[in-house]
């Protein structure tokens, strides 16, 4: 997967057109965002979606408020979990939210020490560690209709709450613990060390001990909880460095807490400022990425109020659901300040950016946009910072017009910007859009899959080496997020590659809903796309979730293996 290195844009002199669009008098722009739609830095996963403490037992929130923003897994405390979080009553389960997570196709974290009702945790000892370990991986494995548990996280922010005069040394501890769960669990990822900020001398020290006694992580975690984002990237890049000096093969990054509320602004429920924290989280190339757990779960940490009611920061998080294709470069023009993030899809001609955290008269200036036509069709939006309990019913349209492109480049310039608020632009063709109903395999949720590329591919990826089954920690398969207009059957399409040489099946399922099968004849052979079946789905008017699986609980598993490049709904 391609990433960018750092790289700062200049301030530039633009005519700002105030938020009507009417008129256009020259002014020196505050900032300048620059986009490159085609500089591709990877497939569309929502790697930023997911939150700590997001969901709760009882349905909290409503299922209507998680498909939209496509979130990419969660962060819940450990099965049985006495701990009160920020003083309220024991809740999150991570085996009992996992269905409601699998219902809208999110992973599941395990965060072991929030077994302990008190934060920071309080220590008791050795024997009463181990044994709680023990409890929680045994309930995992009893847990056999669940299959999205990503991982076990063994500890939180060591830094501070590992009780080494009680305990001993952390990189002792993590040894211990790390066997304690093999000795049970071979098979579930490891998560670790989540310290509450990027530290070079900790990490060296443990990744050092970690592989000398055969204890890497499978992921390796963080947090990033500082005011603002700068160091986010510089972070990533130190890790990547150190991981290179010794010897250590890449590991997926989860940076699971990011988002500040240690100042006046409590910027994680300031859409601006996450605008910042998500751009450069995909920049990085984080594999995941939670919201940080301030205050009430069972919200996605304020995106919700009343169960079922957007607040203003949970558009923002819609907009970037709604992105599909490929993630593409941007520029800010300084580490703080104005920032954004962007995707581009070829196929259905679409381009959108979401940005903020900058005041003021700004520019964004989208390049590589020769795909779209001599004339674009631009729509601004903006969502403001409500807070945690105001319900935000839809963003607010700053401009809509029609542009020309020269030499594949427009120039948007938005008057009168908030720091707080975000902010979107679409680009679309002036005849609209009118693709068909095509959803790409890597923009979708991948279990225990590879998300690849090919030239032959629609729009840049596939998935493929859906291997798995027969084991509900490593069953392998793709859950697509589909909205549709009404309830009806519709034609689902199936762009996919079969090299075995012979007939293949996946099973397919919808909306939890019973099992069938879908047969792929032979193809040319692997990462050969061209081949297609069709088969009909019966789906409710708005979201639903389409499971294409090798292996999934209530399925007996697949036969021959095939890899999918996308979904078409008719």
Same mark, same amino acid.
Request: net charge negative.
């Given at each position: ?26 002014? @020196? /722009? ?24 997001? @969901?709760?037992?009882? $349905? ?8 939209? &923003? ?10 049985? /979990?006495?701990?009160?979080?920020? +003083?309220?009553?024991?809740? *999150? ?85 790390? $066997? =304690? ?9 490891? &998560?670790?060390? /989540?310290? /509450? ?33 700068? =160091? ?65 779960? *069972? ?54 950016? %979401? ?27 903006? !969502? ?23 030499? +594949?480049?427009?120039? &948007? ?11 979107? @632009? ?74 075995? *040489? ?5 099973? @397919? ?7 069938? !099968? ?27 979730? %389409?499971?294409?699986?090798? +292996? ?19």
């Amino acid at each position: 997967m391609k990433r960018t290195a750092l790289r700062w844009a200049a301030t530039t002199t633009v005519f700002t057109v105030a938020a009507a669009g009417l008129s256009a008098t020259p002014a @020196l /722009s505050a900032a300048t965002l620059v986009v490159d739609a085609s500089e591709a830095l990877g497939p569309v996963t929502h790697a930023a979606s997911g939150g700590l403490y997001a @969901l709760a037992e009882n $349905e909290r929130p409503d299922d209507s408020m998680l498909h939209p &923003i496509r979130m990419r897994n969660v962060t819940q405390p450990a099965p049985g /979990s006495l701990h009160e979080p920020n +003083g309220q009553p024991p809740g *999150g389960d991570a085996l009992l939210v996992a269905p409601q997570a699998d219902r809208a196709g999110a992973g599941v974290i395990i965060r072991m020490p929030d077994i302990y009702p008190d934060f920071p945790y309080q220590w008791v000892s050795w024997d009463d560690w181990l044994n709680k370990v023990d409890t929680q991986v045994q309930d995992r494995l009893d847990a056999s209709t669940i299959s999205n548990v990503e991982g076990y996280e063994l500890w939180n922010e060591p830094g501070w709450t590992w009780d080494t005069e009680a305990a001993g040394p952390f990189n002792q501890g993590w040894v211990r613990t790390f $066997e =304690r769960v093999r000795s049970q669990d071979s098979v579930t990822p490891i &998560i670790g060390p /989540s310290i /509450s900020s990027y530290r070079e001398d900790f990490m060296r020290s443990f990744l050092t001990h970690a592989r000398d006694t055969g204890t890497l992580p499978d992921v390796v975690c963080w947090h990033e909880l500082q005011a603002t984002p700068e =160091r986010v990237e510089q972070n990533i890049a130190d890790y990547r460095a150190l991981e290179q000096e010794l010897g250590i093969s890449p590991r997926p990054i989860a940076i699971n807490e990011y988002g500040s509320s240690n100042d006046a602004r409590d910027k994680v429920d300031q859409p601006g400022p996450v605008a910042g924290y998500i751009a450069k989280l995909e920049r990085g190339g984080v594999d995941s990425a939670n919201r940080a757990f301030w205050f009430e779960y *069972g919200t996605v940490n304020g995106l919700v109020t009343d169960n079922d009611k957007p607040t203003g920061t949970w558009w923002l998080y819609k907009w970037y659901g709604d992105m599909t294709g490929r993630m593409v470069d941007t520029e800010p023009p300084g580490r703080t300040g104005l920032d954004g993030f962007a995707a581009y899809d070829e196929e259905r001609r679409a381009f959108s950016a %979401v940005f903020g955290d900058q005041a003021g008269d700004n520019t964004v200036r989208v390049t590589g946009l020769e795909g779209l036509g001599q004339r674009v069709r631009v729509r601004v939006e903006s !969502t403001p910072a409500s807070g945690r309990f105001t319900h935000v019913p839809q963003p607010d349209t700053v401009l809509e017009e029609t542009r020309a492109v020269e030499g +594949g480049e427009v120039e &948007i310039e938005i008057a009168g910007m908030v720091e707080t608020s975000a902010y979107r @632009l679409v680009v679309e063709p002036v005849g609209g859009t009118d693709h068909p109903q095509r959803y790409e395999a890597e923009n979708a949720s991948v279990f225990r899959a590879e998300r690849l590329e090919s030239g032959s591919m629609s729009n840049g990826g596939y998935v493929g080496r859906i291997d798995n089954s027969g084991d509900f920690r490593t069953d392998s398969y793709v859950d697509f997020t589909v909205e549709v207009p009404e309830a009806r059957e519709y034609t689902m399409t199936i762009g996919y590659a079969n090299g075995t *040489g012979a007939p293949a099946t996946h099973g @397919l399922a919808y909306n939890g809903g019973p099992w069938s !099968t879908v047969e792929y004849p032979a193809t040319g052979g692997w990462g050969e796309f061209g081949g297609t079946v069709s088969t009909t789905v019966d789906l409710h008017a708005g979201y639903n979730v %389409v499971r294409l699986a090798k +292996g999934s609980p209530h399925f007996e598993g697949a036969t021959g293996y095939a890899e999918l490049d996308y979904i078409e709904l008719h």
